[in-house]
């Protein structure tokens, strides 16, 4: 049955709202990634960056046109091997009671502890852990050590690393961190050659990525490299200068 092979995703024509309403939260947006490809996701807060992100795995289906990934329609894959092949970063990093380890591995029970210490060193998280008291032994979540957001936002991508997705999509997921550490991250996410959505804030987040998507109230303002987007986009100049 079907998997993902390469990680392209297409939108084509899709509109969406919520079921429990009827105000559109995405107005036909058409666009194409291909694989290995990052695409940086910019717009002001509401203007549906997580509803886009959640019609990928499925987290809700879209009301009108079409999510193509290799091609395919989302919908004609079984879900469980659709997500398998996608590592989601939520916007808010949520950890359970239990090990560094068992938090990273929550989903790949079958990780090792090399893989498990090569997603940390990854997402920038393995030298902190290397200080706690217990290191990956140590207990995180609720009666665990306390993590800042920026330490949790990084167990977090590392979640989503250890799986070795196809398709990685970031939520948001580096706002609490430095630039130097969040270009370190960057940097080692390449290495992973899976096509990455990458919701942001930060203009020199976006710079680096093959394609800039910017929202405005669930449409597409503007599609384009960062240099296409300073001639094209007054919204974009004006992100830029603010
Ligand atoms: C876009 C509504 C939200 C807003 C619009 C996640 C979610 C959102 N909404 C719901 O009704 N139910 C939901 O479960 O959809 O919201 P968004 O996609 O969350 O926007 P964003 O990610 O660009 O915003 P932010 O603040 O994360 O930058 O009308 O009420
Ligand atoms: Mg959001």
């Given at each position: 049955?079907?998997?993902?092979?390469?990680?392209?995703?297409?939108?084509?024509?899709?509109?969406?709202?919520?079921?429990?309403?009827?105000?559109?939260?995405?107005?036909?947006?058409?666009f194409?990634v291909?694989?290995?490809e990052t695409l940086a996701i910019l717009g002001?807060?509401?203007?549906?960056k997580?509803?886009l992100f959640?019609?990928?795995?499925?987290?809700?289906?879209?009301?009108?046109?079409?999510?193509?990934?290799?091609?395919?329609?989302?919908?004609?894959?079984?879900?469980?091997?659709?997500?398998?092949?996608?590592?989601?970063?939520?916007?808010?990093?949520?950890?359970?009671?239990?090990?560094?380890?068992?938090?990273?591995?929550?989903?790949?029970?079958?990780?090792?502890?090399?893989?498990?210490?090569?997603?940390?060193?990854?997402?920038?998280?393995?030298?902190?852990?290397?200080?706690?008291?217990?290191?990956?032994?140590?207990?995180?979540?609720?009666?665990?050590?306390?993590?800042?957001?920026?330490?949790?936002?990084?167990?977090?991508?590392?979640?989503?690393?250890?799986?070795?997705?196809?398709?990685l999509m970031l939520d948001d997921s580096t706002s609490?961190?430095?630039?130097?550490?969040e270009?370190?991250?960057l940097?080692?996410l390449?290495?992973?050659?899976?096509t990455t959505f990458i919701i942001t804030q930060k203009i020199s987040t976006a710079m680096e990525a093959d394609h800039i998507l910017l929202l405005?109230?669930?449409?597409v303002e503007a599609w384009g490299t960062h240099?296409e987007l300073?001639?094209?986009s007054?919204?974009y100049?004006?992100i830029v200068?603010?």
């Amino acid at each position: 049955s079907l998997t993902i092979n390469k990680g392209a995703v297409e939108f084509k024509n899709v509109s969406f709202h919520y079921p429990e309403s009827d105000v559109p939260v995405l107005r036909n947006l058409s666009f194409s990634v291909k694989p290995g490809e990052t695409l940086a996701i910019l717009g002001s807060t509401g203007s549906g960056k997580t509803s886009l992100f959640q019609l990928v795995p499925r987290l809700y289906d879209v009301t009108e046109g079409e999510v193509l990934v290799d091609g395919k329609n989302v919908m004609n894959y079984p879900i469980e091997k659709l997500r398998k092949g996608i590592g989601v970063v939520p916007q808010e990093a949520v950890l359970f009671t239990g090990s560094i380890t068992e938090n990273i591995g929550w989903g790949k029970e079958d990780a090792t502890s090399d893989e498990i210490i090569s997603a940390a060193v990854d997402a920038q998280i393995h030298e902190t852990v290397e200080k706690l008291p217990n290191q990956y032994d140590t207990r995180v979540g609720q009666r665990g050590v306390n993590l800042s957001g920026g330490q949790k936002q990084r167990l977090s991508i590392a979640r989503a690393l250890v799986r070795k997705p196809k398709i990685l999509m970031l939520d948001d997921s580096t706002s609490a961190l430095d630039l130097k550490t969040e270009g370190k991250l960057l940097k080692a996410l390449r290495t992973y050659s899976c096509t990455t959505f990458i919701i942001t804030q930060k203009i020199s987040t976006a710079m680096e990525a093959d394609h800039i998507l910017l929202l405005d109230d669930g449409a597409v303002e503007a599609w384009g490299t960062h240099e296409e987007l300073l001639n094209t986009s007054p919204l974009y100049v004006k992100i830029v200068q603010s």
